[in-house]
């Protein structure tokens, strides 16, 4: 199999190494070209991008990348820990880096948009539930899902409200 190398910048020099790829380097996986790639996609991320996603932002950098190799990629950096998949409704897989350490997700039903965010009250909610039931907790995650309350119209001039 081929592989490409990412995009080198016109000074000729590899970009600095991204994020996720140096926890790839760190957990001793072969960097290829199209896995660096793919990396820095999923580093500047600012959201949570599904597989297909991850290929069309990809592939805009290089086109020589295949959405198997992406698939393949993302199964690999979610066996080494270094995303998670995620199931925020839609039938699409959704994938976070680990290394943005503990939060959790508000997912807005209807335009799809995700909020991620910290609550020390849920933490340690959880805490006592776990304590209460005799466990120690390792871990949760907590996943809302939502909708924004619809705004009541505004009144129309020379009509009362009754």
Same mark, same amino acid.
């Given at each position: 199999?081929?592989?490409?190398?990412?995009?080198? !910048?016109?000074?000729?020099?590899? !970009? +600095?190494?991204? *994020? =996720?790829?140096?926890?790839?380097?760190?957990?001793?996986?072969?960097?290829?070209?199209?896995? #660096?790639? =793919?990396? #820095?996609?999923?580093?500047?991320?600012?959201?949570? &991008?599904?597989?297909?996603?991850?290929?069309? /932002?990809?592939?805009?950098?290089?086109? #020589?990348?295949? $959405?198997?190799?992406?698939?393949?990629? $993302? #199964?690999?950096?979610?066996?080494?820990?270094?995303?998670?998949?995620? %199931?925020?409704?839609?039938?699409?897989?959704?994938?976070? &880096?680990? %290394?943005?350490?503990?939060?959790?997700?508000? =997912?807005?039903?209807?335009?799809?948009?995700?909020?991620?965010?910290? %609550?020390? +009250?849920?933490? /340690? $909610?959880?805490?006592?539930?776990?304590? @209460?039931?005799?466990?120690?907790?390792?871990?949760? @995650?907590?996943?809302?899902?939502?909708? *924004? &309350?619809?705004?009541? !119209? &505004?009144?129309?001039?020379? /009509?009362?409200? /009754?």
């Amino acid at each position: 199999m081929q592989t490409s190398a990412a995009p080198t !910048p016109p000074n000729g020099n590899r !970009p +600095d190494p991204s *994020r =996720i790829e140096q926890l790839c380097v760190e957990r001793g996986l072969k960097m290829t070209g199209q896995r #660096r790639l =793919i990396a #820095r996609v999923l580093s500047e991320a600012e959201d949570h &991008p599904d597989v297909e996603e991850l290929y069309r /932002r990809a592939s805009a950098l290089d086109a #020589r990348i295949s $959405v198997a190799t992406v698939y393949r990629t $993302v #199964r690999l950096l979610e066996e080494k820990g270094i995303v998670e998949r995620r %199931d925020f409704g839609g039938g699409r897989a959704r994938f976070d &880096p680990t %290394d943005r350490g503990h939060h959790h997700h508000l =997912i807005d039903v209807d335009s799809g948009k995700v909020i991620e965010f910290e %609550d020390a +009250d849920f933490e /340690r $909610v959880a805490r006592a539930i776990a304590e @209460r039931l005799g466990f120690t907790l390792i871990g949760q @995650r907590l996943e809302l899902f939502g909708r *924004r &309350p619809e705004e009541a !119209p &505004p009144a129309r001039p020379g /009509r009362k409200r /009754r």
